[in-house]
């Protein structure tokens, strides 16, 4: 389940006369690749610091609420697939000044088996197709999934400060699990990125956040249930 960049809308039915056999359809492009790779932060002050040295342009700070969506069975986790409802609310700190409300509808393929970035090797990123789609009413769009057989099967929260830098994306994300820093765009331009920042491939990490939570509650020997944070308000 594949989704182009555009604001859902109820859908309709084309208008054809009735000679008419077929109808045209807009073109359907290839669907993109997002290549990323994550970078655990210990000092968030500090990584403020470096990001505002190199030159990195901030897009501001939002309140991330996201909801994975699943088959009873788990079949999209069980492939590496995912669909998720994501919010986004204001949330300035730290001297940022406030991202932009939205809510997203985003849908990833699983991993590529044989990424361009690494015909011969080991991966070094991550790399996978990827969907958007801007909702007008998120809460009812979610309200329609039941009736495809989907229901909420993880829900994560998390502060994200987006920059740019050289046309890469930058997202520092603040979790429950801890700080990370998501780097997205071509392999050479993370690299460049994060080798500015002080980081080298050696602590790329490929993990979700799933992948990085479930981690973080069999340390604690916790089940997992939700990754939400202890306060809601802006840090």
């Not at 859902?8 to 109808?23: A, E, F, G």
């Not at 700070?61 to 009873?72: A, G, K, Q």
């Amino acid at each position: 389940m594949m989704f182009d960049a555009q604001v859902w809308q109820p859908p309709h039915r084309p208008r054809c006369r009735k000679t008419v056999l077929y109808c045209g359809v807009r073109k359907i492009n290839k669907t993109p690749t997002e290549i990323e790779v994550k970078l655990r932060i210990g000092d968030l002050q500090s990584i403020l610091a470096r990001l505002s040295r190199i030159g990195a342009v901030s897009h501001g700070r939002v309140l991330e609420r996201n909801t994975l969506f699943d088959t009873p069975r788990s079949d999209f986790r069980s492939s590496s697939r995912l669909i998720r409802v994501r919010t986004e609310k204001p949330a300035p700190s730290h001297g940022i000044p406030a991202g932009r409300a939205k809510a997203v509808l985003t849908s990833k393929g699983p991993a590529a088996s044989k990424p361009k970035s690494a015909p011969n090797g080991r991966p070094r990123y991550k790399e996978r197709a990827e969907r958007e789609l801007i909702l007008v009413a998120p809460s009812a769009f979610a309200r329609r999934l039941p009736a495809l057989g989907l229901r909420p099967a993880f829900r994560y929260e998390k502060f994200r400060t987006s920059f740019v830098y050289h046309g890469l994306h930058l997202d520092l994300d603040e979790t429950p699990v801890g700080i990370f820093l998501e780097l997205e765009g071509e392999p050479q331009a993370i690299d460049r990125a994060a080798k500015a920042l002080g980081f080298s491939p050696h602590d790329y990490l490929r993990a979700t956040y799933w992948d990085l939570y479930a981690a973080d509650c069999r340390r604690r020997g916790v089940t997992p249930k939700n990754m939400l944070l202890r306060t809601r308000k802006s840090r």
